[in-house]
Each structure stands twice: as C-alpha cells, then as structure tokens.
C-alpha cells in the first residue's frame, strides 16, 4: 500500500532558527497537504499544492511540492514558540481523490 | 456552524465491551472520515462516507468495527469485543468534493478510547 515518510522524526531548535521537514511517498501523489497539530490537539489544515513544482508562501512558512509528484517540503523561516507542534503531509494516491494517506510527521520544539 | 463535533470526548471501557462514537460534520460537507491516531503516528485511515454511501474502508480494520452514516449527516463509529489495541484517539473529519475546499478535512476534536 501507499507509504508516507517524513524526515526528521523530531526536531529542536531555538526560536529564530529556521526548521525544514521532507515528505516522501512511495506513490504519485495527485495532490499533497499540509496539516499541523498543536500539542493535544487535532490536525489543523495548512495548505495544499496541485501542481508539479508548486511553490507556495504563508508568511514564514513556504510549501513546496516536487516535480515528480511524490516529495514535498515545509520550511520555516525564523521560527517562534507558536511554530510547535507535529507536521504532517497527507496526499491521496493519483487517480483517489478523496482518500488521504498521511505522513509519519515530524514534531517541532522551539525554545527561546 | 460550530466545526466537526464529535462525542464522547474520552471513553474508558473494560476489555470485551462495546463502545459508539458520533461524528457531528460540517453541515455543507458530503464527505465523512474516520481516523485512529495513536500517540507519535499520524492518522490513519479507517472508512469514508460520500453522503449516506460507505465508499472506502480500510483493509486493516477488523470487523469488529462498523460505521454508518444512515441520513448523510452525523456518523456513528462502533467497536465491538474491544481490546487493549484499539486504545487511540479517533477523529472524524468531513469535506466537500467541490470548490476551492475541495478534499480538504476539518478535524474534530477527537474521541479518545481507553481500554483497561
């Protein structure tokens, strides 16, 4: 079945650093999103990209989805305390819209 | 509209009994999700509905789990016999198949299920 990797697992770093985690499936995705989870929360969504080669910007956060259709980034720039939480990259198999397979997702830490 | 409601919040069983859990979507929203997520794992797919039609459910559910979503609304989630392994958070999700929305999920808050 469809697998989703993200890279790292976990990650620290101290406010006004930047943080970057990658996604990989093992298929072609026909679109990828982004959702973040606060401690004790659920997943929030963040942003979907469509295109191969998407680029897209939210303030300090750029997305960005690879030509191939089946890696995708996240970087933060400059992050803040409010940054914490667990990343996850969920994309539906080409040609199933509907259903989302997510990542292992990569958990963020900043300390100031 | 209040978001994706979903009741009990926190359930706490004895192995072997049964337990139901309701998702309340979005009213505009057609499409229903079920997801278990166990702690440090990211969601996982369990069933959807596209109005009251069940479309897809996951090969690694037992049948001892059954949803319906009998009006097209709200939905419900049943484990049968539980056990130990079913202890996780399950969230519901819904969506709408068109507009700019389109296949993106709002969560619930999650109905966490302990099995002693």
Same mark, same amino acid.
């Given at each position: 079945g469809q697998q989703v990797m993200q890279i790292p697992q976990y990650q620290h770093v101290q406010e006004g650093e930047d943080f970057t985690t990658y996604c990989n499936s093992s298929t072609t995705l026909s679109n990828i999103q982004w959702y973040k989870q606060r401690p004790g929360g659920h997943p929030v969504f963040l942003i979907q990209l469509v295109k191969s080669g998407e680029v897209k910007k939210q303030k300090r956060l750029t997305f960005q989805f690879g030509e191939a259709k089946k890696n995708s980034s996240l970087h933060i720039t +400059? %992050?803040? %305390? %409010?940054?914490v939480g667990t990343y996850f990259c969920a994309g539906p198999r080409t040609? %199933? +819209?509907?259903k989302l397979t997510f990542g292992t997702g990569t958990r963020l830490q900043v300390t100031l | 509209d209040t978001g994706v409601s979903q009741n009990p919040r926190h359930k706490i069983t004895k192995r072997g009994q049964n337990v139901t859990f309701r998702c309340d979507p979005? =009213?505009?929203? /057609?499409r229903l999700y079920w997801y278990r997520q166990t702690l440090g794992q990211g969601p996982e797919f369990l069933t959807y509905f596209q109005n009251e039609a069940q479309l897809e459910k996951s090969r &690694? &559910? =037992?049948?001892r789990f059954s949803a319906e979503r009998p009006k097209g609304s709200f939905s419900t989630l049943e484990i049968q016999?539980?056990?130990?392994?079913?202890s996780a958070m399950y969230l519901c999700a819904s969506s709408s198949?068109?507009? =700019?929305?389109? /296949?993106v999920l709002t969560f619930g808050a999650g109905s966490r299920l302990t099995v002693l």
């Open positions: +400059a %992050t803040q %305390t %409010t940054d040609g %199933t +819209a509907s | 979005i =009213s505009e929203h /057609n &690694l &559910l =037992s049948d016999r539980t056990e130990q392994g079913d198949t068109g507009g =700019s929305g389109a /296949n």
